[in-house]
């Protein structure tokens, strides 16, 4: 079945970008929307935004100026760029798959990771 | 913004228990509700979409309804494996929106 992993750095200092990649096995990123979703610590989760192969994306207004979520089909690799952090970008990072059926219903998560903007 | 606010924030049961989560939304969104189960260290779980469909492998304890404004989560006899944190999330419109959480412990 399919299984998402998300990776990168666990530390990032303030005022730098965020990067993280999540990698798609037993399935193609050809096929759904992806979304990236946080869960800063002692809070609930939040919608950062998702993307499509074709190069579509959709961005929670709240991070827009700052998020970029892109694919690589040929690597099955979905992609978070998130400039200008701040301690308050402390979170677990989660990549999710969207339902072929039902938009907005995350069916496959990755275990996701835990990212911590500190200098 | 659709807001989402889920009660109770923390729960204590026994096994065997059956349990109810509640979940509001700040505006009408048809069935565009779901549930998803959180347990530290592991990828989050999809049990409920579209308000009250199971999917596929949850157990039949699960069951979501509502529609509209309010929807309920019941687990109808809780295992050991079903303390857990249970969230519900909104996709009728983007941003798509998440409740806070629901802590369900062992009493």
């Known amino acids: 079945q399919v299984q998402l992993q998300e990776s990168g750095p666990g530390l990032v200092k303030p005022s730098e970008t965020l990067s993280l990649t999540c990698s798609v096995s037993g399935g193609s990123t050809s096929d759904n929307y992806w979304n990236w979703i946080r869960q800063p610590p002692g809070k609930g989760l939040e919608w950062i935004g998702y993307?499509?192969?074709?190069?579509?994306?959709n961005y929670n207004p709240s991070l827009k100026s700052r998020v970029t979520i892109s694919l690589d089909p040929s690597k099955n690799q979905i992609f978070l760029k998130l400039t200008s952090v701040t301690a308050a970008d402390t979170a677990i990072y989660y990549c999710?798959?969207?339902?072929?059926?039902?938009?907005?219903?995350?069916?496959?998560w990755g275990k996701g990771t835990t990212v911590t903007v500190s200098s | 913004d659709v807001q989402m606010t889920q009660s109770p924030s923390s729960l204590s049961a026994s096994v065997g228990d059956r349990v109810t989560i509640t979940c509001r939304a700040s505006q009408t969104i048809d069935t565009y509700l779901n549930w998803y189960q959180l347990k530290p260290g592991k990828a989050p779980k999809l049990l409920i979409y579209a308000a009250s469909s199971l999917h596929s492998g949850v157990p039949l304890r699960f069951s979501g309804s509502g529609s509209g404004t309010d929807f309920t989560l019941t687990i109808s006899s809780l295992q050991p494996e079903d303390f857990a944190t249970y969230c519900c999330q909104q996709s009728d419109s983007t941003p798509y929106s998440f409740g806070q959480g629901t802590k369900l412990e062992i009493k």
């Open positions: 999710g798959r969207d339902s072929l059926d039902y938009a907005g219903v995350v069916d496959v």
């Open positions: 993307a499509f192969y074709s190069g579509s994306t």
